[in-house]
């Protein structure tokens, strides 16, 4: 879907702080419970505003049983997204949970949607419901990867799996406004995934975007381009935004979030498998502790979809308690560094008109 005008857009939210976040409570695998539970958590430790958007009498008995029922308002909802569903979701269910969180986001009554619904489903009910800013070719995934203190980020991740050069750029400039608002950097560094380092590598797609970012960066005070990085500095922190289409992110985030479970276990076992290993393990409790937290990908909160009239969140399917908490902490954060606008000023800087007036003109570009 292409960006829309200025009179299509939403209306601009009424509330600005702190931002409102409407949780999804019908979407995952363990909702409504965990969902519940997530959003309790977020409001007693963390001091976020939660409105639960779902079945209203199965959440109210849930919030009654943490005695919250005053403390985190419900919006009714009759329908929810189940998780196999696709794109043809955001049409066959214009009630559902994700939805009507959309159409309070739209009405400025929230912020900012939590879901951990099914990925296709939420990704195309909110596009539809929010729409793409004026100028966007596509929204797409953002995800953080455990490279330390500060993470990585790694956009698309499967929002989009067929990408053009042109769309590519734009992501990097999305990357560029999440690095910016959730972790401080101001000048990202920008790297390219492909399969070897050095210039002229990589298919059709990614030979056109080099060119292209390389030409952006050129022109930019607030992007610096590192050319192309392999899939083994995924983690290395060599870059702050890693750009890559939907289908390559998506294989690189679920390689990453497999290897890290296989080496949690791994350490288990060898931690377990004698006296004097679990003797050990007991004084490096502190440090295992952290290296699990790191490599927890609830810990992260999900992926972030950007360049929407609004903040969208989307947790894992399997979500946790603790995850949802920390999807809402995310969404707050996203939404009260106004996401949306440094999304905006980088489309409408002079490199993002340059290459929307490029992408017109050369019509279909290598690679598509």
């Not at 979500?319 to 489309?347: N, P, T, Y």
Request: charged fraction near 25%; glycine fraction near 10%; aromatic fraction near 2%.
């Amino acid at each position: 879907m292409t960006g829309t005008s200025d009179a299509d857009a939403p209306v601009a939210l009424r509330r600005t702080s702190p931002p409102i976040i409407a949780v999804d409570a019908m979407g995952g695998d363990n909702a409504p419970e965990e969902i519940v539970k997530g959003a309790v958590l977020a409001v007693r430790e963390m001091g976020l505003r939660i409105v639960l958007v779902g079945r209203r009498t199965e959440i109210a008995s849930l919030l009654a049983e943490h005695d919250a029922l005053r403390a985190i308002p419900v919006v009714h909802a009759e329908d929810s997204l189940a998780m196999h569903e696709g794109a043809l979701a955001s049409w066959r269910r214009p009630r559902s949970s994700a939805a009507v969180a959309c159409r309070l986001i739209r009405r400025g009554d929230a912020d900012a949607l939590v879901s951990a619904g099914s990925t296709g489903g939420v990704v195309a009910t909110s596009t539809v419901r929010l729409r793409t800013q004026h100028g966007v070719l596509r929204p797409a995934l953002a995800v953080t990867l455990p490279t330390g203190e500060t993470p990585t980020v790694m956009v698309d991740a499967g929002a989009n799996a067929d990408a053009k050069p042109e769309m590519l750029v734009q992501f990097a400039h999305l990357g560029c406004a999440y690095a910016q608002t959730a972790f401080g950097v101001q000048r990202p560094r920008v790297g390219l995934l492909t399969i070897g380092s050095e210039p002229g590598k990589g298919n059709k797609l990614v030979r056109r975007t080099a060119e292209l970012l390389s030409a952006a960066a050129e022109d930019s005070t607030v992007m610096d381009y590192r050319g192309n990085i392999e899939g083994h500095d995924l983690l290395a922190r060599k870059v702050d935004v890693i750009v890559t289409d939907g289908h390559t992110g998506n294989v690189a985030l679920k390689t990453v979030e497999g290897t890290a479970a296989f080496a949690m276990d791994a350490v288990r076992t060898a931690l377990t498998s004698s006296v004097a290993a679990k003797a050990g393990a007991v004084l490096q409790r502190r440090a295992l502790r952290g290296l699990r937290e790191r490599l927890d990908s609830e810990t992260y909160g999900g992926a972030a979809l950007l360049g929407l009239n609004g903040t969208v969140v989307i947790a894992h399917g399997d979500s946790r308690a603790r995850g949802i908490a920390h999807a809402c902490r995310l969404a707050h954060d996203l939404a009260a560094g106004d996401i949306g606008e440094q999304v905006r000023r980088r489309v409408h800087t002079r490199p993002s008109g340059w290459l929307h007036r490029l992408a017109q003109s050369e019509g279909p570009a290598e690679g598509r």
